[in-house]
């Protein structure tokens, strides 16, 4: 365990993205995932710094949208370090967003930037039922028949060359990544916070015979929040 004194020291702890889906969430010491439908309230500066400095290792990020609407996502939004990174490696462009969503129903900031369309990942009945706002431009993937096949939209993301994933959550996603075998990372602020109850989307019982070991990467504790990472 080690006290983090400077945000800007976590960037050397998370620099070393994995190859496959990288999972960033924030529970209370309770265990709420969220607090009257949102992460925002448990968060604070440091871990809200984390999550921009997660995007910048990221080839997409990836969300539920349920969460998306939540929060009110827009496209990612990268520092002058950040940039100069990634043209280094190669990589010119911010990360773009990917929408889970059966419906297509996104948050109209996602199209605030003509330059970062959102990609929606969906599935076939939602696709041909064209509930898919034309006006918008965005890339959609489709990923199983009549609901999302999480594991083919991480395969899919993957063949088009955005290796690194960043999932943002929210828990209904995690679950099925995990029920998927999908996730290779998982980093988890916990919260100096009691939240009390607080249900957060439609969450099916897991599917897993066994519960699937991680290793713990590092323990880090800035202000009372605790910053851990598990690895696969």
């Given at each position: 365990?080690?006290?983090?004194?400077?945000?800007?020291?976590?960037?050397?702890?998370?620099?070393?993205?994995?190859?496959?889906?990288?999972?960033?969430?924030?529970?209370?010491?309770d265990?709420?995932?969220?607090?009257?439908?949102r992460?925002?309230?448990?968060?604070?500066?440091?871990?809200?710094?984390?999550?921009?400095?997660?995007?910048?290792?990221?080839?997409?990020?990836?969300?539920?949208?349920?969460?998306?609407?939540?929060?009110?996502?827009?496209?990612?939004?990268?520092?002058?370090?950040?940039?100069?990174?990634?043209?280094?490696?190669?990589?010119?462009?911010?990360?773009?967003?990917?929408?889970?969503?059966?419906?297509?129903d996104?948050?109209?900031?996602?199209?605030?930037?003509?330059?970062?369309?959102?990609?929606?990942?969906?599935?076939?009945?939602?696709?041909?039922?064209?509930?898919?706002?034309?006006?918008?431009r965005?890339?959609?993937?489709?990923?199983?028949e009549?609901s999302?096949?999480?594991?083919?939209?991480?395969?899919?993301?993957?063949?088009?060359?955005?290796?690194?994933?960043?999932?943002?959550?929210?828990?209904?996603?995690?679950?099925?990544?995990?029920?998927?075998?999908?996730?290779?990372?998982?980093?988890?602020?916990?919260?100096?916070?009691?939240?009390?109850?607080?249900?957060?989307?439609?969450?099916?019982?897991?599917?897993?015979?066994?519960?699937?070991?991680?290793?713990?990467?590092?323990?880090?504790?800035?202000?009372?929040?605790?910053f851990?990472?598990y690895?696969?």
């Amino acid at each position: 365990m080690g006290a983090v004194a400077d945000v800007a020291e976590l960037v050397s702890f998370y620099a070393d993205a994995p190859d496959g889906v990288r999972v960033n969430m924030i529970f209370s010491a309770d265990g709420a995932a969220a607090f009257g439908g949102r992460a925002g309230p448990l968060s604070c500066p440091a871990d809200q710094e984390l999550l921009r400095i997660l995007r910048g290792f990221a080839d997409v990020v990836v969300v539920g949208a349920g969460t998306a609407r939540a929060e009110n996502y827009g496209p990612v939004r990268l520092t002058d370090a950040q940039r100069a990174r990634r043209n280094d490696e190669g990589r010119t462009a911010p990360p773009p967003v990917a929408v889970v969503s059966r419906t297509g129903d996104l948050p109209a900031r996602l199209f605030s930037d003509p330059d970062q369309p959102p990609i929606l990942l969906t599935c076939a009945r939602a696709a041909a039922r064209r509930e898919i706002d034309p006006s918008h431009r965005l890339r959609v993937i489709v990923a199983g028949e009549i609901s999302v096949d999480v594991a083919h939209a991480v395969g899919s993301l993957r063949a088009e060359g955005m290796h690194r994933i960043l999932c943002e959550g929210g828990p209904t996603l995690l679950d099925e990544l995990v029920d998927a075998d999908a996730v290779a990372e998982v980093c988890v602020t916990l919260a100096p916070k009691l939240a009390g109850s607080q249900p957060v989307g439609h969450r099916a019982p897991s599917r897993l015979p066994v519960p699937h070991t991680m290793r713990l990467a590092h323990t880090l504790v800035h202000d009372d929040y605790v910053f851990l990472r598990y690895c696969r």
